[in-house]
């Protein structure tokens, strides 16, 4: 039986290699992202509040904060956002499911941050307050809405007849005006309105047996046929 002589295989250093190039994790991350290894240490720097990010990317989406720039808009109802995890979300809202309860009302939440925030209601927590009145509101968007009512703004125009509103959803419902639909009927006299709003208002008038007759006003009392003491 001939004898197997191991032979020890001597590589060359590549210490110095080992400085000059990167990782293989990190080569494919640059080779990925078309940076070089200096840009993988950068950061990126928020010239309006000096906030840092490693990526280019963070930072637009970052920087979309100053500029009220929202490209992702939800095509139900409108309502844009600034990031598309956002808009995601938000589209639960109009899936009808609530899979999060408040334990002490019962009232349920498509999303666990609007259950966290309706909480505060609970509590008694409203820590946004208006530096003109002093009013307080659980949420901030809430009180930037709020402010809308000292600064008079209201940039939401209706198109048809030029009234503005505040807020996007009151100019949703006031389109309905104009578009003819009357879904909201009176359960007493048939008469149809085109808000909610309206139908609760003409329920607290009083109503006459005869719907023809009745005009959102009580009947007007002739005093000349008023019955007296004497004619009974």
Do not use: W
């Not at 080779?31 to 928020?46: F, G, I, Q, V």
């Not at 530096?131 to 901030?140: E, H, I, L, P, R």
Request: glycine share 6%.
């Amino acid at each position: 039986m001939g004898i197997i002589q191991q032979t020890e295989v001597s590589y060359p250093s590549t210490e110095q290699e080992d400085k000059d190039s990167p990782t293989p994790q990190c080569s494919q991350l640059a080779e990925d992202t078309h940076l070089t290894s200096a840009d993988l240490h950068e950061h990126y720097s928020c010239d309006q509040c000096d906030k840092k990010f490693h990526t280019q990317g963070h930072l637009r989406r970052h920087q979309r904060i100053h500029t009220g720039e929202k490209p992702f808009s939800c095509d139900q109802c409108g309502k844009s956002f600034s990031q598309n995890p956002h808009l995601k979300r938000h589209r639960l809202s109009h899936s009808g499911v609530k899979p999060h309860r408040c334990r002490q009302c019962g009232r349920t939440f498509s999303l666990m941050d609007n259950l966290r925030t309706h909480q505060l209601l609970h509590r008694g927590v409203k820590p946004y307050a208006c530096s003109q009145c002093g009013k307080a509101f659980t949420q901030m968007t809430h009180l930037q809405t709020h402010k809308m009512v000292h600064s008079g703004d209201k940039p939401h125009m209706c198109e048809e007849c030029g009234k503005t509103f505040i807020q996007p959803g009151n100019l949703k419902r006031h389109k309905l005006v104009h578009s003819g639909v009357k879904a909201h009927k009176c359960d007493l006299c048939g008469r149809a309105f085109a808000l909610k709003a309206n139908l609760v208002s003409h329920k607290l008038m009083p109503h006459v047996s005869n719907p023809v007759t009745f005009l959102d006003k009580p009947p007007a009392t002739n005093p000349r046929n008023t019955p007296t003491d004497t004619d009974v």
